[in-house]
T-cell receptor, first 114, second 115 residues
Framework: NAGVTQTPKFRVLKTGQSMTLLCAQDMNHEYMYWYRQDPGMGLRLIHYSVGEGTTAKGEVPDGYNVSRLKKQNFLLGLESAAPSQTSVYFC?????????????FGPGTRLTVT | TQLLEQSPQFLSIQEGENLTVYCNSSSVFSSLQWYRQEPGEGPVLLVT?????EVKKLKRLTFQFGDARKDSSLHITAAQPGDTGLYLCAGAKNISNFGNEKLTFGTGTRLTIIP
C-alpha cells in the first residue's frame, strides 16, 4: 500500500495563477480532507469529503475549491492564487476504528505564491 | 479561534530527561488524538484516547485524557534523540449532519532531544 500520496511536492506560483493539487489514497477510505499548515497556526481544515461525489467546507475554505469524482482521489484547486495561500498543504483520509476516525496523512505539498 | 492550546511551544532537553507536554481547551471532545510530525512529512497518529481519565502507554510515552475530556497530556520518560519532532494534539467533535468527526488541531510542541 502506498497510503496517501500527494502531487506535486513543491510548487511556486505567481499571484493570480491557478493550480490543482492531487491527493490519492489506496486504503478504500470513505473520508478525505485537505488541511493547510502555517507556523504557529497548527493544521486548519480547508474542505473535506465524506464520500465520492460529496464535499463540504471546513474552517478556512475561501479561495479554494475541491472535487471528489472518484473515491480514491480528492483534488484541491486554487483558481487565483494569492500570497496568503503560501503554505504547506496536507491531504488526509480516515476510517472508523471502532472508537474514532483515525486519519492518515500524505507527505504534503509546499506551495509558494509570489 | 484556536480551541486547543499546547504548551510549551518549544522544548529542548538532554537525552535521558523526562518531559510533559500539555494540550488544553475549554471545549469538550469526544476523543483526543496525538500525532508526531517529522520535517518534510505529514503527521503520524500515535494514540487516541476516548474516555475521561483514560491513560494509554506506548513504550516510553504516556498519554492521559482529562476527566472532563477537555485536556490531555503527553509524558515522555528517558527521552531519546529519536523522540525529536513536532507533537500535535487534535480534539474530535461529531459533525452530526454527516455522521463524521471534525478534528481541531493544537498549535504543536516542537521537541528537540539533545544527545
Amino acid at each position: 500500500n502506498a497510503g496517501v500520496t500527494q502531487t506535486p511536492k513543491f510548487r511556486v506560483l505567481k499571484t493570480g495563477q491557478s493550480m490543482t493539487l492531487l491527493c490519492a489514497q489506496d486504503m478504500n477510505h470513505e473520508y478525505m480532507y485537505w488541511y493547510r499548515q502555517d507556523p504557529g497556526m497548527g493544521l486548519r481544515l480547508i474542505h473535506y469529503s465524506v464520500g465520492e461525489g460529496t464535499t463540504a467546507k471546513g474552517e478556512v475554505p475561501d479561495g479554494y475549491n475541491v472535487s471528489r469524482l472518484k473515491k480514491q482521489n480528492f483534488l484541491l484547486g486554487l483558481e487565483s492564487a494569492a500570497p496568503s495561500q503560501t503554505s504547506v498543504y496536507f491531504c488526509a483520509s480516515s476510517y472508523w476504528s471502532g472508537t474514532t476516525y483515525e486519519q492518515y496523512f500524505g507527505p504534503g505539498t509546499r506551495l509558494t505564491v509570489t | 479561534t484556536q480551541l486547543l492550546e499546547q504548551s510549551p511551544q518549544f522544548l529542548s532537553i538532554q537525552e535521558g530527561e523526562n518531559l510533559t507536554v500539555y494540550c488544553n481547551s475549554s471545549s469538550v471532545f469526544s476523543s483526543l488524538q496525538w500525532y508526531r510530525q517529522e520535517p518534510g512529512e505529514g503527521p503520524v497518529l500515535l494514540v487516541t484516547v476516548v474516555t475521561g481519565g483514560e491513560v494509554k502507554k506506548l513504550k516510553r510515552l504516556t498519554f492521559q485524557f482529562g476527566d472532563a475530556r477537555k485536556d490531555s497530556s503527553l509524558h515522555i520518560t528517558a527521552a531519546q534523540p529519536g523522540d525529536t519532532g513536532l507533537y500535535l494534539c487534535a480534539g474530535a467533535k461529531n459533525i452530526s449532519n454527516f455522521g463524521n468527526e471534525k478534528l481541531t488541531f493544537g498549535t504543536g510542541t516542537r521537541l528537540t532531544i539533545i544527545p
